[in-house]
């Protein structure tokens, strides 16, 4: 197989991450705000850290879906990730219990991750960052 032939495709496979990993990412929004997909959890106050959590997830997740301020989103949406796997995750299971399979974290690693990897790749092709660049526009760094 061609290494040079895959790697013409990178933009559309990076896009893809980024499109499937917003998807994702806003379900779990979806859930805590709305009730949808339906969850043990019930609805948090909108005021509260996990209807904060809930706003980043699907409004966070809408513009990495879309590719809107990619980079700056996935940074903030980075942090929240790191933010819920120390504080949420591992406290839950008591002291020294950092493996993720084990604390129910693996999920806010896998994102914080795919995020910060977006920081630093970009937004890959078709996004609204990708549109605006083509056209001149400002694009954030």
């Known amino acids: ?18 499109i499937v990993t917003a998807l994702c990412f806003m379900a779990h929004g ?11 959890m019930g609805s948090p106050e909108l005021f509260s850290l996990m209807g904060l959590a809930g706003i980043l997830e699907v409004f966070g997740g809408l513009a990495i879906l ?8 996935a940074f903030v949406l980075a942090g929240q990730m ?4 120390w504080f949420m995750h591992v406290p ?23 995020f910060l990897y977006l920081v630093f790749a970009g937004p890959g092709a078709w996004s609204v960052d990708a549109m605006r660049k083509s056209r001149g526009g400002a694009v954030p760094a």
């Open 1 to 18: 197989m061609n290494i040079e032939a895959l790697s013409r495709y990178q933009p559309q496979a990076l896009a893809v991450l980024r």
């Open 30 to 40: 979806t859930q805590k705000l709305f009730g949808f997909p339906a969850s043990e």
């Open 66 to 73: 879309v590719g809107f301020f990619t980079r700056p989103v």
């Open 82 to 85: 790191a933010y819920a796997f």
């Open 92 to 114: 839950m299971m008591g002291q020294g219990a950092v493996i993720p399979v084990s604390n129910g974290g693996d999920a806010a690693v896998l994102f914080c991750f795919v």
